[in-house]
């Protein structure tokens, strides 16, 4: 009870610096309860509509209905949620501030003395609540949702890894690691090739028929390998054996080249596989920092659509609250559209991952700012 007693007094002493008003409690409570309520509805129809697609496939595995609700639908629910949330965010608030609009209460607001600017702060501190919820779960939840939405596939509907082929990765600064094909699902790479130079001249070469990664050990176990040595005299010098193990700079997830393996790893995560991966010259490194720089620019997206949809929304219409919906889903597929067409630029067209992330969050956030200049007030 005293810990209730101390957060109650503290969030008291909150409001009073701050000078939170009764109208601000309602404004925010209306504001995420909508979100809510959308986000809920969004959430029915896309797993009613899953189920339709998918029921088959779970009874024709015999996957227990426990399995299918904890295993299943538990990760599968969380990446759809984060997706929509900076749209939903939009649309909501669009949808309850134009009710608001319609029936004077925004200009019941205004006739109080209350300014625009200070009508702004409990959108402003709902999209900070949304954005923060947002960024937990794009960094930390779904990445976890998502790995063992993967397992289920994997387990139950028979999903098959496709082997990567002919993987050239760079090792070191001098050195070279090539793999004519690796299987994620047994760990084994074929052919393998290890090569390392000095002053442009090859000095090791290990070849091996198969390698593979034994953890605890921390190494690289080849079979069936051929170890070649050029010494500083130019002497070459050859070793043949059944196994051998040696110690590399790389991983067996550096070795599979998949754009979504980025979409199960927390932030911390991606950021250290792409400082290995950029060391490697990756062929897919654009595909791992736009996944980056979304985890970021999506949440930042919440605050700016949210000003956006409240500039949009607090015009009082004589045609109703449709008009601002229909605007709202305009802009709304405006941002879509040009988040699309940045991706693919950042992907194949020259434009660097970071831009190509934020151009539309730029952009929408220069509407945004003329759009509030030019509302009634």
């Not at 393996?261 to 490194?285: A, D, H, P």
């Not at 151009?359 to 509407?367: A, C, K, M, S, T």
């Amino acid at each position: 009870m005293r810990i209730f007693e101390s957060i109650k007094r503290f969030d008291e002493r909150v409001r009073e610096k701050i000078g939170w008003k009764i109208l601000d409690g309602y404004l925010l409570r209306k504001m995420l309860g909508t979100v809510v309520f959308a986000i809920t509805l969004l959430m029915v129809i896309v797993v009613v509509f899953d189920v339709s697609e998918n029921i088959q496939k779970f009874m024709s595995h015999n996957i227990p209905t426990k399995e299918v609700i904890t295993g299943y639908y538990f990760n599968f629910i969380p990446y759809f949620i984060n997706l929509f949330i900076p749209l939903f965010t939009f649309i909501s608030v669009i949808w309850f501030t134009s009710k608001l609009s319609s029936q004077n209460e925004i200009i019941s607001i205004f006739d109080n003395g209350i300014s625009f600017n200070r009508m702004l702060v409990p959108y402003v501190t709902g999209a900070m609540i949304i954005m923060l919820i947002s960024l937990i779960m794009a960094n930390f939840i779904v990445p976890n949702t998502n790995r063992k939405l993967n397992e289920f596939k994997y387990q139950y509907f028979g999903r098959k890894y496709v082997a990567s082929t002919y993987l050239h990765i760079k090792n070191s600064k001098n050195s070279y690691v090539f793999v004519e094909r690796w299987d994620k699902v047994e760990g084994i790479g074929y052919n393998f090739t290890y090569e390392e130079f000095d002053s442009n001249a090859l000095r090791l070469k290990i070849s091996a028929q198969t390698v593979d990664y034994n953890e605890e050990k921390q190494m690289w176990e080849m079979l069936k390998y051929t170890r070649r040595v050029i010494t500083p005299d130019n002497e070459e010098v050859i070793v043949r054996g059944d196994e051998f193990d040696t110690v590399l700079n790389i991983l067996p997830r550096n070795l599979y080249q998949d754009a979504f393996v980025s979409e199960t790893m927390s932030y911390t995560e991606l950021r250290q596989f792409i400082k290995e991966e950029k060391l490697r010259g990756s062929s897919l490194l654009a595909n791992y920092q736009i996944e980056q720089h979304k985890r970021l620019a999506n949440p930042m997206g919440i605050l700016i659509m949210t000003l956006l949809g409240l500039s949009v929304s607090c015009r009082k219409s004589n045609r109703g609250v449709g008009v601002h919906v229909f605007i709202g889903m305009g802009l709304a597929f405006s941002f879509i559209f040009l988040q699309q067409i940045s991706t693919v630029f950042s992907v194949s067209g020259g434009l660097p991952p970071i831009l190509g992330t934020w151009f539309p969050n730029i952009i929408f956030l220069i509407i945004t700012i003329i759009m509030l200049k030019m509302t009634p007030k």
